[in-house]
């Protein structure tokens, strides 16, 4: 909480909270993105003076600390690794016997057998086993999606000298992440792409913009508020700093930068008339999440009350989305996007970054 008062901080105010919470040259966080990115944009961003991010909650413990090995050998500037901190439910197999025949049509159109799918997630939450893995690297700076880790995994983390932030997507839900230990909260708004990170509560009418979402943490919290959603270039930095943030996380206008690996369908989507239409689905993972409309969210609805609990639906969707590729089409690919492209261009990540906040200077 800024002590009631919201405070337009500008380029020559680079406020020194928010530094020593992020430990870069510039007020801007390169959003985690999973399936889209790799080590390469987090280096290229933190290079250029912004703090680059690495989306763990898809990689194995190995995979993460080659892409921290790569990282470290890259940069010495400080870099962010992200994680999912979702409790793990049980595999309903009645739950996904029900998925399975409202997409029987579409198994039956891409030549897919469901009964060869398996009964395990790739989304995996934070726990000992990663800690150990990246603790010898001294990892400065740690943010999660989904709330926090349990208090004794926190406190782990927290014992390394790391700082901590996590997502809000409510006001509620940031006051609880100030209370439980987080030393910086991310005010996510309903124009950001990818998954909400909501998780005081599962109903979406909960859900706020980014403007409202930010003045109001603003006021009711004492640590650093980055906003997020909808943050394209300068102005709208700018304006979500006016608002009360002290950083911005930006995510969808890297997405056809140079050093992204997002692929030639979604990139194709991002630069169509497609791409102002986004949508909140639950289809691809069972959590909402924002992406271009496509087949898919079109045919089944964007969110379907039968979709299997997070992270588990996509163990129905994938297979979709793999045999719809070989084709050359997007049906089933999660297209994940802000309602903003209006920052997306082809260029390096360092000038986007750079161009994000000299410009709102």
């Not at 892409?67 to 309903?92: G, V, W």
């Not at 045999?323 to 390096?348: M, Y």
Request: aromatic share 6%.
């Amino acid at each position: 909480m800024h002590n009631g008062e919201i405070t337009n901080r500008g380029s020559d105010n680079f406020d020194s909270n928010i530094k020593a919470l992020l430990g870069t040259e510039l007020p801007i966080i390169q959003a985690p993105m999973a399936g889209v990115q790799d080590s390469t944009l987090a280096i290229a961003v933190s290079e250029a003076g912004g703090l680059g991010s690495l989306p763990c909650g898809m990689l194995s413990i190995d995979q993460i600390v080659s892409e921290i090995e790569a990282i470290q050998a890259s940069t010495t500037k400080p870099y962010n690794l992200n994680f999912f901190c979702h409790r793990m439910p049980q595999f309903d197999q009645s739950q996904h016997a029900k998925w399975r025949t409202v997409l029987t049509p579409y198994f039956e159109e891409f030549d897919v057998n469901a009964a060869s799918l398996l009964n395990s997630a790739t989304r995996m939450p934070f726990n000992h086993d990663i800690a150990d893995a990246i603790e010898p690297f001294c990892p400065s700076f740690i943010s999660f999606h989904f709330g926090l880790p349990d208090k004794q995994l926190l406190a782990r983390v927290k014992s390394w000298g790391a700082k901590v932030v996590s997502s809000a997507t409510t006001v509620e839900e940031a006051i609880w992440l100030e209370a439980n230990g987080a030393d910086g909260i991310i005010a996510q708004g309903i124009e950001a792409g990818g998954h909400r990170g909501m998780f005081l509560t599962d109903n979406l009418t909960t859900q706020m913009g980014a403007a409202a979402l930010i003045s109001q943490i603003a006021q009711r919290v004492n640590v650093p508020v980055i906003g997020a959603g909808g943050i394209g270039d300068s102005n709208d930095v700018q304006s979500a700093l006016s608002l009360g943030a002290d950083a911005v996380l930006v995510g969808t206008a890297y997405l056809l930068c140079v050093e992204a690996k997002t692929s030639p369908l979604h990139r194709a989507a991002i630069q169509s008339g497609q791409s102002p239409h986004t949508a909140l689905t639950n289809i691809f993972s069972g959590r909402p999440a924002r992406g271009i409309v496509n087949r898919a969210m079109k045919e089944l609805g964007c969110i379907h009350p039968l979709v299997p609990t997070f992270p588990f639906a996509s163990i129905e969707a994938t297979p979709l989305r793999s045999q719809a590729e070989l084709q050359g089409r997007d049906d089933f690919t999660p297209l994940w996007c802000g309602q903003n492209t209006s920052g997306c261009k082809a260029i390096s990540a360092g000038e986007l970054t750079k161009a994000l906040y000299t410009q709102a200077s």
